[in-house]
């Protein structure tokens, strides 16, 4: 069984940065996918970015539109810790953000952290 336990999440004013960390533990394959969801009140869950396991600072990356150029996905897989360094957030960042590990045949979840950008 896997576990993500997500970090950082908080208040902050518009342009403002957070960093969020999720740190899994458990049996995990050594190729896999993490990445960040989020998931704001009345919307669907969205991505917000995706790392594959790669070397050891990890490989592929994929962004969602919104955050692309704002946000930056990073890991570390000594540590099978994920990051996502937000900046410039805006108030439509607002949301639960999740942690996500997708392995050849499983999908795991966090149970998400709320940050919430005032205007």
């Known amino acids: 069984q896997v576990k993500l336990v997500e970090s950082g999440g908080g208040l902050v004013q518009a342009g403002g940065s957070l960093r969020l960390s999720c740190e899994a533990s458990?049996?995990?394959?050594?190729?896999?996918?993490m990445g960040w969801y989020r998931q704001a009140p009345g919307k669907q869950r969205e991505l917000v970015a995706s790392i594959t396991s790669g070397g050891i600072s990890g490989g592929i990356t994929i962004y969602g539109d919104s955050v692309r150029g704002r946000f930056t996905i990073s890991r570390d897989n000594a540590k099978n810790t994920v990051y996502l360094q937000m900046n410039s957030l805006k108030p439509e960042d607002t949301a639960v953000y999740y942690c996500n590990l997708r392995e050849v045949t499983r999908d795991s979840w966090g149970q998400g952290t709320q940050v919430t950008v005032s205007s």
């Open positions: 458990g049996s995990i394959f050594s190729i896999n996918r």
